[in-house]
């Protein structure tokens, strides 16, 4: 019987994989990650499977591709009948529940075909991805009206912060020297504090809400989804985390000049938009850097008092941590703001796993290649829950983890649905041909683009992703080989999932020794 009996999988929002110390950074100290990583294995190649939050997440909760589980970008619906990791492992008596954000839109009309109340039962489950909501926290957007009343918010206003909307009006805003308040939305008050109480941040709430859900639990077992909003924008720290940081501490931007004169289509309309526009200046990026880093320093920080108590309760005998992010930052990089794009800085991010098992390695660094998708099948192999092969486009890390086995993957994969953005309609395309899928080798990456030459960069010679060799006649036979790979990825998604492999063995094995049905007798 394997001794890991919960699961506590710890995700960032928009959190870079080099914004830790352990990964490098030459300013930024996140002790309590570092000690974590110490205790387990850092993959230092770990990619999402869309660098936006929505469909990352569901691919990350699904452990398959957004090719195949269709939920593509931000508010579009997973379909009713994909399952979750919640679906896994309640089955098996391990209660799986959420703090924080998940960005999960579920699929009303699916569920009022099939009769499913979202408020009750099934029907919440399927509504929250699955997960039981403990306490969710998708953040509330200044002008939205009719979903002020979630957890935090009446959190807010118990502890004297009164508002319509305290999420924004305090915990995300500064107070002006007039009393105004200034908006966390503008990037420009950045460098100020946030008008909440550090213990009343989010970041503080999520994690007590976290020692909440994990002493009620006693014995039983549990598996518990921490989904910190932060780092991501609005970029507002409380005190003392605004100030912690400062110009000097921000490293220089990947970017060169050679990038603006002369875009791949699709990457240029993506620097027009307002972001990259703003992040293309060094002032912004001195403003607003600092407090990105503060903001991930509280995050360890308060990871720390989790850690603490998980090893004063026992906890850290018999529970599997996963520590990661929905993808990343570009922060001015490529002269880009937010993510969206494959480069690096937004397609790779952290993933450290500590396995309690004895023997496992401590302290390992693997450069294998994985992905998000392989969260699902990894707790479930730690829980020793069979694996469903015929659903899960992922694979267990634990041979990685638990053994230092190589995992021996040759590619990654990643798409991007970018129908709903500024740069599809800049471009003039149609919703469904704003598409594309990145592949990445060890020493190739390339993106696929629907109706323009594809990007290509040699990861050899240019690690920072400056030429584009697109279009490089001395090229063509890789960007061939590339391509051939992403045709052979995309007909091998797994579609099969309401028959399982062994069944469909089974089927074949009755039909040719004369099952049933019977066909090519003669007799």
Known sequence: MPKTRNILFIMCDQLRADYLSCAGHPSMETPNIDALAA???????????????????????????????????????????????????????????????????PDEEGMKRFGLAPERGDGLLVSECG???????????????????????????????????????????????????????????????????????????CTERALAFIREQGEAPWCLHLSYIKPHWPYMAPAPYHAMYAGKDVIPAVRSEAERRDPHPVFGAFMRHREGLVFAREEVRAAVIPTYMGLTRQIDDHLGRLFRFLEDSGRMKDTLIVFTSDHGDFLGDHWLGEKELFYEQAARVPLIVYDPEDGAPRGAVSDDFAESIDLVPTFLDALGIPIPTH?????????????????????????????????????????????????????????????????????????????????????????????????????????????????????????????????????
Not at 50 to 70: E, I, K, L, N
């Open 391 to 523: 659903v899960l486009e992922g694979r267990s890390l634990l041979p990685r983890v638990r053994r230092g086995e190589p995992l021996a993957r040759e590619a990654v994969f990643s798409e991007l649905d970018y129908g709903a953005y500024p740069a599809r309609q800049a471009l003039g395309l149609s919703v469904n041909q704003a598409r594309a899928v990145m592949v990445l080798t060890r020493g190739w990456k390339m993106v696929h683009y629907d109706g323009f030459a594809p990007q290509l960069f040699d990861l050899e010679t240019d690690p920072r992703e400056l030429r584009d060799l697109g279009c490089d006649p001395g090229c063509a036979a890789v960007r061939a080989q590339m391509k051939d790979r992403i045709f052979d990825w995309m007909r091998s998604r797994k579609n099969r999932i309401a028959t399982t492999d062994a069944f469909a063995e089974m089927q074949g094995t009755r039909k040719n020794a004369g099952g049933d049905v019977l066909i090519g007798r003669w007799e």
């Open 131 to 205: 997960f039981e909501p403990y306490d969710r926290d998708d953040g509330v957007h200044p002008d939205k009206r009719g979903a002020l009343d979630f957890a935090y918010n009446d959190y807010l206003r118990a502890h004297g912060y009164r508002d319509a909307n305290p999420w924004h009006s305090f915990a995300n805003s500064a107070a002006g020297p007039d009393g105004k308040t200034l908006s966390g939305w503008n990037m420009r008050n950045a460098r100020l504090p946030a008008r909440v109480k550090e213990e009343h941040s989010e970041t503080a709430y």
């Open 39 to 105: 205790r387990g294995t850092r993959f230092t190649r770990a990619y999402v499977q869309a660098p936006v939050c929505g469909p990352s997440r569901m691919s990350a909760y699904t452990g398959r591709y957004s090719f195949s589980h269709g939920a593509t970008w931000n508010f579009f619906p997973l379909p009713v009948g994909e399952r979750t990791l919640g679906d896994y492992l309640r089955p098996h008596g391990v209660r799986t529940a959420l703090v924080g954000k998940t960005h999960m839109e």
